[in-house]
């Protein structure tokens, strides 16, 4: 029998406008609070990564950990400035990368790259496959996609979408 293993895609939280550069942005007050009730979502759908990548910006190491501190995770990120400004095959190549001990990961990244690669992966048969479409995949979103076998086999639609949920502090409705 094939091990399952998880691979969650997350968008940032939501940023402030401007920095001195792109990189550089840091999330909005909203964001922190977002981030931080996706977090407490993710832990109670049971998700605990034992690997993580997130890019090198501002923005998504700041919603590593506000998502990690709403999961209660301790999980040290592994910083990849790739993921900055690759498309979803970057992403795939790096997922592919990760150690075979590894049962559950986590990258959190940018659109439009985590919108196509959640596109991409999604084989159609999951209990939320439909649910993400081409362009709506907002800040502080996450889709949780169960994959079968090793992570250097992880392919275009293979991945059976979980569930997909946009993190959202209670008084944002």
């Known amino acids: 029998m094939?091990?399952?293993r998880l691979l969650v895609v997350v968008r940032h939280a939501k940023a402030e406008q401007f920095a001195a550069s792109d990189v550089e942005r840091v999330l909005s007050p909203r964001g922190r609070d977002d981030g931080r009730a996706l977090g407490r979502w993710l832990a109670d759908e049971g998700i605990t990564p034992d690997v993580a990548y997130v890019s090198y910006a501002a923005r998504t190491r700041e919603t590593w950990d506000?998502?990690?501190?709403?999961?209660?995770?301790?999980?040290?990120?592994?910083i990849d400035g790739n993921l900055y400004g690759t498309d979803e095959e970057g992403v795939l190549?790096?997922?592919r990368s990760t150690p075979e001990h590894a049962s559950s990961v986590v990258v959190v990244g940018h659109?439009?790259?985590?919108?196509?690669l959640v596109q991409l992966l999604d084989d159609g048969e999951g209990e939320a496959s439909g649910s993400v479409e081409l362009g709506s995949f907002p800040t502080s979103a996450a889709a949780v996609f169960e994959v079968a076998g090793a992570w250097d086999d992880v392919a275009p639609m293979g991945g059976r979408l979980r569930a997909c949920h946009v993190g959202r502090a209670a008084d944002q409705g």
């Open 2 to 4: 094939e091990k399952q």
């Open 66 to 78: 506000v998502v990690a501190a709403g999961a209660g995770w301790g999980l040290a990120p592994q």
């Open 93 to 95: 190549e790096l997922v």
């Open 111 to 116: 659109n439009p790259t985590m919108a196509m």
